[in-house]
């Protein structure tokens, strides 16, 4: 099961860890506690026997010929260990040179330390140094030097550059000397206050660390003035960020114009949140006319994104009651024309269901293609024929002598069961059904289910709320549809509005 080398490993580390089994499980993954006793017994036998050889001596990590190879590669190419790790993969710097000093002692590269370097040469390498976009060591390699020798002549230029400022200042008088401190204060100031302005501007304004102060919007650096000028003069702001005083105060004028939209905009989300959270911009700016407000639909837009009232959408798989062909199906007379001169001359009709986690529920609601108006549903926990036949009986009790409006409906299995065809038939109604498979044939239907799902059931959480509860929410929000939404297309009033506008009872 185990290689004679992964059994010398783990005694290796078992008398590494003084025996300790638990330390050599957790680090090798293996093996488990009786078989190790038994390696180490076997082991012990085999040391006494002297058979057995040590198991810390382990094979060597790499072969003669690669050592052979590196050292030739070093030798042949300028000497350099860097170059040599980097070209064959392999080993540390410090290995490579070890291994030249046993092969080849009399070819090991001159030391750096005998190259005499100028001062100009070194402050351009730590120049470098300081604004690298790569690591030390590439900065190093670059000028031929190694990453300890780069930061010793950092150090060395730094302690002669203050040595150089300190024999400045000593020769300085009293007067100098003060003159001195408050140039440094003021650059020191001004650097405090550079370094505000770019957190503030990362900060107030989300801008990426870095960004270039000089390319913000004038309305930007007024906001970054705004947040900064108890703590810095107002003049020297203007002139880090290079915006002209009247700019200022031409921005801050304007600021206060979003004011006078606080009455609107808690109005909006009142809107929003009364109406089931799905109203966009547009039906919301129908609502704010009606109550009096006096504001485009861009300001409605705006201010809606700016308190993120985002009608939330998703789609999920179709509920499908197809049975297969249970009687003969109708022609589809609607032909996907869902427009209508008059009330009742055409229905639509069909199946969803809604997953909660308390169970599932389904509605069968009948859809006039006149206006959109909702004629009847039922809602039940079981797909059945009570669920569709009731909804139909209801909705032909709404009906007016004359009235025989044409039914359409998809080749669900409750559309095709002799019940459904002779209270149709019964009521004088007209059967249509659209093509097996064709979802667009019912998109009026289908559409309406989107409507509901996105409007009242995908941006809520259903955890706690039972299937009672839910019917009877949904039956509440059905009545909302035909009797408090509003829909553009009909002027901007709900259905039942728009009705009794024309007349129609």
């Known amino acids: 099961m185990y290689s004679r080398e992964e059994r010398n490993r783990a005694i290796h580390l078992y008398l590494?860890?003084?025996?300790?089994?638990?330390?050599?499980?957790?680090?090798?993954?293996?093996?488990?506690?009786?078989?190790?006793?038994?390696?180490?017994?076997?082991?012990?036998?085999?040391?006494?026997?002297?058979?057995?050889?040590?198991?810390?001596?382990?094979?060597?990590?790499?072969?003669?010929?690669?050592?052979?190879?590196?050292?030739?590669?070093?030798?042949?190419?300028?000497?350099?260990?860097?170059?040599?790790?980097?070209?064959?993969?392999?080993?540390?710097?410090?290995?490579?040179?070890?291994?030249?000093?046993?092969?080849?002692?009399?070819?090991?590269?001159?030391?750096?330390?005998n190259v005499q370097y100028s001062q100009e040469y070194k402050l351009n390498a730590v120049s470098e140094l300081y604004f690298?976009?790569?690591?030390?060591?590439?900065?190093?390699?670059?000028?031929?030097?190694?990453?300890?020798?780069?930061?010793?002549?950092?150090?060395?230029?730094?302690?002669?550059?203050?040595?150089?400022?300190?024999?400045?200042?000593?020769?300085?008088?009293?007067?100098?000397?003060?003159?001195?401190?408050?140039?440094?204060?003021?650059?020191?100031?001004?650097?405090?206050?550079?370094?505000?302005?770019?957190?503030?501007?990362?900060?107030?304004?989300?801008?990426?660390?870095?960004?270039?102060?000089?390319?913000?919007?004038?309305?930007?650096?007024?906001?970054?003035?705004?947040?900064?000028?108890?703590?810095?003069?107002?003049?020297?702001?203007?002139?880090?960020?290079?915006?002209?005083?009247?700019?200022?105060?031409?921005?801050?004028?304007?600021k206060g114009i979003d004011t006078k939209y606080d009455k609107i905009k808690d109005e909006i989300i009142l809107l929003f949140n009364n109406n089931y959270k799905c109203y966009g911009y547009r039906r919301i700016h129908k609502g704010l006319k009606d109550q009096g407000f006096c504001v485009s639909e861009k300001i409605v837009r705006r201010l809606m994104r700016e308190e993120d009232l985002v009608v939330k959408t998703k789609k999920t798989k179709k509920y499908n009651s197809y049975k297969g062909e249970l009687s003969p199906a109708p022609d589809n007379i609607i032909q996907r024309n869902f427009t209508a001169d008059k009330p009742n001359s055409k229905w639509l009709t069909d199946i969803t269901e809604f997953r909660l986690p308390a169970g599932k529920v389904y509605l069968s609601p009948i859809i006039d293609c006149f206006d959109g108006k909702v004629v009847q549903w039922s809602i039940s926990n079981h797909p059945d024929a009570e669920l569709t036949n009731s909804m139909l009986?209801?909705?032909?009790?709404?009906?007016?002598?004359?009235?025989?409006?044409?039914?359409?409906?998809?080749?669900?299995?409750?559309?095709?069961?002799?019940?459904?065809?002779?209270?149709?038939?019964?009521?004088?109604l007209k059967r249509s059904m659209s093509k097996k498979g064709y979802t667009p044939d019912n998109a009026a239907c289908e559409g309406f289910f989107g409507r509901i799902k996105n409007e009242m059931f995908y941006n809520r959480k259903w955890?706690?709320?039972t299937i009672e509860d839910f019917i009877r929410i949904l039956d509440e929000y059905l009545k909302w549809y035909n009797n408090d939404r509003v829909k553009m297309k009909l002027e901007g009033k709900s259905i039942n509005a728009y009705r009794k506008s024309l007349g129609i009872v």
């Open 463 to 465: 955890r706690n709320v």
């Open 132 to 254: 690298r976009k790569e690591s030390a060591t590439v900065v190093a390699e670059l000028h031929n030097v190694n990453r300890e020798t780069l930061y010793n002549w950092k150090r060395k230029l730094f302690q002669e550059e203050l040595r150089i400022s300190m024999d400045k200042y000593l020769n300085l008088t009293k007067d100098e000397l003060e003159d001195e401190i408050d140039t440094l204060k003021k650059e020191v100031f001004k650097l405090r206050m550079e370094k505000d302005l770019l957190e503030g501007a990362a900060e107030l304004i989300k801008k990426e660390p870095g960004i270039s102060l000089t390319n913000l919007t004038n309305k930007e650096k007024t906001i970054l003035i705004d947040a900064l000028k108890t703590e810095y003069p107002l003049k020297d702001l203007l002139n880090s960020l290079k915006l002209v005083k009247s700019s200022y105060y031409y921005q801050r004028s304007i």
């Open 393 to 428: 009986e209801s909705a032909i009790t709404t009906l007016v002598e004359g009235e025989t409006p044409i039914i359409h409906s998809d080749r669900g299995s409750h559309y095709r069961w002799p019940d459904w065809i002779h209270l149709i038939e019964k009521a004088g």
């Open 16 to 113: 590494k860890y003084d025996k300790c089994i638990a330390d050599v499980i957790r680090d090798l993954g293996y093996p488990n506690y009786r078989t190790l006793k038994k390696w180490y017994a076997e082991y012990q036998q085999q040391l006494l026997d002297g058979t057995e050889k040590d198991p810390c001596k382990m094979k060597p990590r790499y072969t003669e010929e690669e050592i052979g190879m590196a050292v030739e590669y070093y030798l042949e190419r300028g000497k350099n260990c860097s170059r040599t790790v980097k070209a064959l993969g392999y080993p540390s710097r410090e290995t490579l040179r070890k291994w030249v000093a046993e092969i080849a002692p009399e070819e090991r590269k001159i030391g750096r330390s």
